[in-house]
């Protein structure tokens, strides 16, 4: 059967969609008007999701709480958690659930047909049939209760949804993303919050939460979306028969309304927490953000995209500098979000001062004015549209499935006109029309049109105070007090009883009938072969030259990697800063923003990266690298390599201006990445509490690297030079050619041509002597607590099972799968209310531990030490250990795309890990049983006995643990 002969759907649309190297369908349920899309194509890793118009209709937060919700159990599935149990136990390449402004999607995604039919069963199952309607438990949760232990006991909240939503709400940046959008949309659903104020998510009652779910959740208010090589009839027949026919059709409004353009520019005032030691000077954010157009203007969404990267992003970028001239702010950020009916430009001036409001948009209205009147540059348009269009065509989407990226894109129309899906999908006409209007005044005209003549616009500024957090805790438990006080004797028996039931239904593990229902594969139907690795040593004068032939549709990855182990230790942190130094300063030839302009209209670009390689066969030793990464297509590499080599040998490294903005941003940037993803820089630190690379790592990248930069930024002020003449001693040093091995990954056919252009890089290369130094970072414990103003923590724990004289085995792979997803999980994350928990086994002999978000601190370090016992006394049945061997392998088998796959094969190229030995972990994981896991006791007694502990986090709560850590200090200054 063709999708063209079901009855059950209306085909509407059918095109052949060539960049896509697909076949779209648009088609409607006939009975229920659920829209459908279609991608048919031979991509392998198959895409479903099924999404709902959810306009959030206050700040409660119950469209975030309703797609926890769901997923707790369903008619057909009645496991308390059939997420975790797709994710212990499937091969999916995607798994998760999101909850927009505007609408709720499902999407699941695996390259096994069985296991992609397995998902979207259970998937539509959950949202159509959830167990809500029975257990109001759910609701309390994943949303929010009360909880009384005693009597006399304090009275609390809690909930998941109301913990992450707390942690969303404590990064400045969350809180400015947010503001933005209600403040441009007052009579809209974007003026709500749909994650949910933690302050009004109490506000929601289990009625109105039910409510929503009934009116919602129904075919006729869905999207439905398949992507890949698949039987679609089929597929479709099975939706029709099992779900969509037994509903009527319904209308639903849930329409999203257009804002009324303002008159004038609304102003908008917020408060963010900072700690009391950080102080508020130059610590506040402005942002300048107007409503541009519809995000139905097809030329818009895209020629906006290019304007922003021109205005703003690219190196040299005129408005960005403009900014910068006039010391507003330390970090320039700009954005366009066309995700919302109505798209949305932003500029945001980061570490700056309320004082300088008038002069921040003053100088943005004048420049753009200038601008206007001047004409944009047509080369850095061309390279802009460039830069997009390399993007789009090349599909690199890192591990994402690319059908659920076009998926997600396909609703930036799809979710405003039900006959618009396709639109944004198609972009090469676009593309050409850019290209022609560049030299037309069409950009000048769009700063015109939605910039300097537009009044629908929103000043919103984030300002520091101190002491923010314990002052609104203290405000919350006054009202919880108080509350208490208005109870009555049998209500608060109430609740005590009630505290009481949910922990019960907490720890009651769902039966094994249930569990059962889960559908799950069979060992026999997980492929025994590990992926290849293609490493072909080539060798040109002296240099290596190692190969990685894919197909890469043309384009050519190079990575240049030059080893840092003989530079002077002094400037090892220093590989850091030149990463971010180079290609933000003028070379010999060009100015910076030439340089990006012209590497924009030739290559994809140029990365550059500090990274270790600890080698398998000679324990302890490695490999630090300065790494300098481009992509090209083919007929372009001379013009790559003739750019790396104007970067790496004529940039301009004296330029004292420069070297300070680069270096605020890089600070400014890495602070971010403390506040977002602690988790993984404690766990780097707490690993480089032993390790010698990770040690290399966080020098040049993490808590070290951090100091090493605040150092630098007050350095630049007084001894300018010092930095600047370090900088290029390390160029002297670090780009020659013994130090130097190349990875390039592309067709065969392409690599004749590419030697020839690495023969004429290597005279070039410094050759001047340099003394040699070797050198070792010593790795020393520490056990640090990093005070933060975040209201949360990032708990790492970390050692060494090599250390203890333990080998790395297959089974470690399948502990991680079972302590992700079993132990941590419900203690970490369900019982202690962390957003997430992680843990890894290296095959050098490293573990970790850490928790994400976490309200606690000393509960998950406990949890952690009590994951001995566990994995000693660890029994479960045939069908559950085969459950954790199929997530395993899906985490092994996660599909790559070419340049990966390259990186990937290069890695172990360097290590020494060679294909046998990925082959017989593979069959370690394959055969694991429980007495193997038993038997990796040791493993974690070895690693907690050695006590490393790392954590970053709120500063009250790391001085109460005091006692735990060797310092307690504040890790920013
Ligand atoms: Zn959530």
Redesign the pocket.
């Known amino acids: 059967m063709t999708v063209e002969q079901l009855k059950a759907y209306e085909l509407i649309e059918k095109r052949e969609i060539g960049e896509l190297n697909s076949t779209g369908y648009y088609l409607k349920h006939r009975k229920t008007g659920a829209k459908v899309c279609l991608l048919s194509n031979e991509d392998n890793n198959k895409v479903f999701y099924i999404g709902f118009r959810t306009p959030a209709p206050d700040d409660t937060g119950v469209p975030?709480i309703l797609?926890?919700s769901v997923l707790c159990g369903s008619r057909e599935f009645p496991v308390k958690d059939p997420f975790v149990e797709l994710a212990k136990g499937s091969l999916n390449t995607f798994l998760n659930a999101m909850?927009y402004p505007d609408k709720t999607v499902y999407p699941v995604a695996s390259c096994n047909d069985r296991d992609f039919q397995n998902l979207i069963h259970v998937y539509m199952d959950a949202v159509f049939y959830p167990n809500i309607y029975e257990k109001e438990e759910i609701f309390r949760q994943e949303g929010w209760h009360y909880e009384l232990e005693s009597e006399d006991g304090p009275l609390t909240l809690n909930g998941?949804?109301y913990n992450?939503m707390k942690g969303a709400f404590s990064s400045p940046e969350g809180v400015l993303e947010r503001e933005i959008l209600n403040s441009l949309y007052p009579d809209t659903t974007y003026a709500n919050e749909s994650?949910g104020d933690p302050e009004a998510i109490p506000d929601l009652k289990y009625s109105e939460f039910l409510d929503f779910h009934s009116r919602y959740y129904h075919p006729s208010n869905s999207y439905i979306f398949l992507y890949g090589d698949c039987d679609m009839a089929e597929k479709l027949c099975w939706l029709d028969e099992n779900y969509l026919s037994k509903y009527d059709c319904l209308p639903v409004d849930s329409q999203v309304r257009t804002q009324k353009p303002f008159e004038k520019t609304r102003e908008v005032v917020r408060e963010y927490s900072v700690s009391e030691e950080e102080g508020t000077e130059d610590k506040t954010y402005l942002s300048y953000n107007k409503s541009v157009g519809d995000t139905m203007d097809k030329k818009l969404y895209l020629g906006f995209q290019v304007l922003e990267y021109v205005l703003l992003s690219m190196p040299g970028a005129p408005l960005k500098q403009a900014l910068l001239d006039a010391e507003i702010g330390k970090d320039i950020m700009s954005s366009y979000d066309n995700g919302v009916k109505q798209p949305i430009f932003s500029i945001i001036a980061k570490e700056a001062n309320e004082d300088q409001k008038e002069a921040f948009v003053e100088v943005i209205e004048t420049t753009l004015q200038r601008l206007v009147k001047e004409g944009l540059d047509v080369k850095a348009l061309r390279a802009g549209i460039n830069y997009f269009e390399f993007r789009y065509r090349e599909a690199d989407f890192g591990t994402y499935p690319a059908g659920l990226m076009y998926g997600l894109q396909a609703f930036d129309s799809w979710l405003y006109d039900d006959n618009s899906v396709f639109l944004h999908l198609e972009a090469l006409d676009t593309f050409a029309f850019l290209k022609e209007q560049a030299d037309k005044g069409y950009f000048e005209g769009l700063i015109r049109t939605y910039l300097l003549e537009n009044p629908h616009a929103s000043i919103v500024i984030i300002r520091p105070k101190k002491g923010l957090t314990a002052e609104q805790e203290e405000l919350l438990g006054k009202r919880l007090k108080e509350y208490k006080e208005s109870l009555g004797k049998e209500q608060i028996a109430e609740l005590i009883a009630f505290t009481k039931h949910l922990k019960e239904y907490q720890s009651e593990p769902s039966s094994q009938e249930d569990l059962e229902k889960i559908p799950l594969l069979e060992r026999e139907d997980i492929g025994k072969e590990a992926l290849p690795f293609q490493n072909e040593v080539h060798l040109v004068e002296d240099v290596k030259v190692v190969h990685h032939d894919l197909f890469t549709n043309g384009i050519g990855y190079i990575n240049l990697m030059f080893q840092a182990g003989e530079i002077p230790k002094r400037l090892v942190p220093y590989l850091g800063l030149l990463k971010a130094v180079l290609g933000n300063v003028d070379t010999e030839h060009y100015t910076y923003g030439e340089f990006a302009t012209e590497l924009n209209l030739h290559t994809g670009g140029i990365f550059c990266g500090v990274n270790s390689y600890e080698s398998l066969k000679e324990p302890g030793s490695y490999q630090a690298m300065f790494e300098v990464r481009c992509k090209a297509l083919y007929e372009e590499l001379p013009k790559a390599f003739s750019m790396m080599e104007e970067m790496l040998l004529t940039s301009k490294l004296r330029d004292r201006k420069r070297l300070t903005e680069v270096s605020a941003e890089t600070r400014s940037r890495l602070q971010m990445v403390f506040m977002t993803s602690g988790h993984s820089m404690a766990a780097l630190r707490a690993v480089s509490y032993f390790s010698e690379s990770s040690c290399f790592s966080d020098e040049t990248g993490g808590v070290a690297f951090y100091e090493f930069m605040e150092k630098v930024e007050t350095e630049l002020k007084e001894n300018w030079e010092e930095i600047a003449e370090n900088l290029e001693e390390l160029t002297r040093c670090l780009f020659r050619r013994e130090n130097l091995t190349i990875s390039y990954t592309a067709e065969e056919k392409s690599l004749k041509a590419m030697k020839e252009q690495v023969k004429a890089l290597i005279p070039a290369l410094h050759q001047e002597p340099v003394p040699k130094e070797s050198w070792t970072l010593h790795a020393l414990q520490k056990n640090e607590g990093l005070k933060t103003s975040s209201q949360i923590q990032y708990v790492a724990r970390a050692g060494s099972f090599r250390a203890a004289g333990l080998p790395y085995t297959g089974a470690l792979a399948v502990l991680r799968t079972i302590m992700s997803y079993d132990y941590l999980w419900n203690n970490v994350r369900v019982k202690g209310g962390a957003?997430g928990c992680m843990n890894n086994y290296t095959r050098n002999g490293s573990a970790y531990m850490m928790s994400y978000r976490d309200p606690n601190l000393e509960k998950t370090n406990r949890v952690f030490e009590e994951s001995v016992g566990y994995t000693e006394s660890f029994e479960v049945s045939d069908r559950d250990m085969t459950k954790y061997i199929i997530g395993t392998i899906s985490n092994l088998d996660t599909p790559l795309n070419p340049n990966a796959k390259g990186a990937r094969s290069m890695g172990a190229w360097l290590m020494g890990l060679d294909y046998e030995m990925v082959q017989r972990e593979r069959a370690q994981v394959l055969s694991c049983e429980c007495e193997d896991i038993r038997a990796l006791a040791p493993y974690l007694r070895a690693m907690l006995s050695q006590n490393n502990l790392c954590v970053i986090g709120n500063e009250k709560r790391l001085e109460e643990q005091k006692e735990l850590f060797e310092t307690v200090r504040n890790l920013f200054h």
């Open positions: 975030h797609e926890h909850t998941v949804v992450e994650g957003y």
